[in-house]
């Protein structure tokens, strides 16, 4: 194999030097938010020195965020970081908003990321707001990317600090919702976008080894180290 094809491939996640981390779902549920708080972990001093080295691609650090009655993401942005292996993130458009067409050149750039060798899918759903176009979320996605993501996905929760029920009720009294947690083998989480914590950035992480049993997590004194 040629080294650009070699390039290309560990690009894409074929290879298994990489991981790639896709945040997937519909708009104004915190994608493009959530994918900023785990690159914010960053900041922290201890993260950077156990964990963390990040690089840019494209002219911004974060991805654009801001409350919209219209889409803001409209492609697939990529940042990339080393969590001792290289880890891509992934913010991607909304694939289902109904006042718009799919684009199918976005939708294959997403293919491009979310493959089932190395990839962990994030499908981001606002607390207090599953709509009933979401109800039905996992199976289009499953169709439209050609596979069942569902055995790499984490379902995660933003607006955690909304919350003021246990989360298992919240998702027990939602038949659809707990279909899909059920579905993606009960793993789920929690952000609060509001707080960037870096520890919280290593809860999901550490749920990493579930579906990678050979992901190089390992606990430290201080907070869970991925090296």
């Not at 691609?57 to 993401?73: A, D």
């Not at 976008?193 to 190089?216: A, C, H, R, Y």
């Amino acid at each position: 194999m040629n080294s650009s094809k070699s390039q290309c491939d560990s690009a894409h996640g074929v290879s298994g030097t990489i991981l790639n981390i896709v945040l997937l779902g519909e708009s104004g549920t915190g994608k493009s938010a959530s994918g900023n708080t785990i690159l914010a972990a960053e900041n922290s001093q201890n993260f950077i020195k156990q964990a963390f080295s990040l690089s840019q691609q494209g002219s911004s650090k974060e991805f654009i965020s801001y409350p919209s009655s219209t889409p803001v993401t409209t492609k697939c942005e990529v940042r990339t970081m080393k969590l001792g292996i290289q880890v891509t993130v992934v913010d991607t458009p909304d694939f289902f908003c109904e006042d718009e067409r799919v684009d199918k050149a976005q939708l294959n750039e997403c293919k491009k990321y979310c493959q089932e060798e190395q990839c962990v899918v994030l499908l981001v759903i606002q607390l207090g707001r599953f709509t009933d176009g979401e109800s039905e979320i996992l199976e289009k996605l499953e169709e439209n990317l050609g596979w069942e993501i569902r055995k790499k996905t984490i379902i995660l929760f933003t607006h955690g600090e909304d919350l003021n029920i246990k989360v298992e009720k919240f998702i027990g009294e939602r038949s659809r919702l707990n279909h899909i947690v059920e579905a993606c083998g009960q793993r789920y989480y929690i952000f609060k976008n509001t707080i960037k914590d870096s520890k919280q950035v290593m809860g999901l992480i550490e749920k990493f080894p579930e579906m990678f049993p050979n992901f190089p997590a390992k606990q430290s004194p201080t907070l869970c180290c991925v090296c």
